[in-house]
Structures are given as C-alpha cells and as structure tokens.
C-alpha cells in the first residue's frame, strides 16, 4: 500500500528510438512565477509527453501541464498566391516541483566579447533590411530591384559598366589562357 501512495502516477512507456521533435524552453513574455517554465512543443506533442520528456530526459518533476495553441496571422502564399494560416504554435506551461529562474539576459560587454565586428555589420545591415522593409509594407510599396540599396561592390560594377558604354574605356581582355583551352580556339 505504501509503494502505490509513494507513485502519484504511471509513467509513460512509449519508446522513442529516433527522436525528431523539437521542445525549447522559453523565456516568458510577461512576469510569471518561478515554478512555471513554457516550452515551445509541436502540435503532435500532449501533456503526458512532455510530462515524461521533462522526467526521463532532465530529472525534473512537474506538479501540472497547462496547454495552448497560439494561432498564426494568415498570409499570403509563395506559390498559389491564396491566403491561408499557418499551422499554430503549440506551448505548454509546466508547473515544476523545484523552482526555476532564468538568468538574467548578458550585458552589452559580455555581448562584445563574442560579437565580432563581422557579426555587427551582419545584425545591424539586417536592422537595416527590416526597417527598410517596414517602411516600404506601411507606405503599399512595392520594393523594386532599383530602390535596393547598392553595395559597394555593385557600385564598382555599374560605374565600369557605365565607363566602357560611355566609351571611357576599351573593353579588352589581357589575360593568358590556359594552353588547353588555347589549342581548342586555334582548331575553330
């Protein structure tokens, strides 16, 4: 009788041999109390799967399992041009045993540690795509090739070619074959 007070429940016997499911931990939106941790599940997950996951995997027992679908904004389709919902995403709030905090997000010095100055160009160039982006949706604006921004590289290339139709320049190419392709010329 002891043993069956001190089981609360009947794990899960389901066998995962080759495991494809994906379950992150996310740091919650608003305040939340330290016993609970959302995780992001697929839609294929239920309650009693993350239940035994968090127990087998981790070691960590939960109290209870709440769960909820958040719907996606309906878009329009790459490839029928219909409009349509995406799947939703499916979360679940567990109520842990012991108490779990997140930590606290790193500082801008900690971030200059590991973001190199390459990785800077990249995050603020994607800023800049986004806000651009953002611009153009809120005036109706299609973005066209011609109102993208042009590196340098680009620049480089369109002032040459504005150089040799201007007649600045003579087109000619200096450089020595290799004698393969050479022998291949002269036979035409």
Known sequence: MASAAAKTFRTGTKQVFLPDHIVTLCRPQRPQPPQFATFQVPLTFNKLDIRDYLLHAYKIKTLGVRSHLAQRPPR???YTGRIGRPPPIKYMTVEL?????????????EHKKWH???????VDMEKEYADRARSYREKGTLISP???RRDEDRNML????????EGKVKWGNERTLDPRWQNSQDQS
């Open 158 to 165: 369109a002032k040459q070619a504005q150089d040799l139709l």
């Open 146 to 148: 011609t109102m993208r």
């Open 76 to 78: 329009l389709s790459a």
């Open 97 to 109: 045993e012991k108490p779990f905090v997140f930590p606290a997000e790193p500082a801008e010095e």
């Open 116 to 122: 190199t100055e390459e990785m800077q160009k990249r």
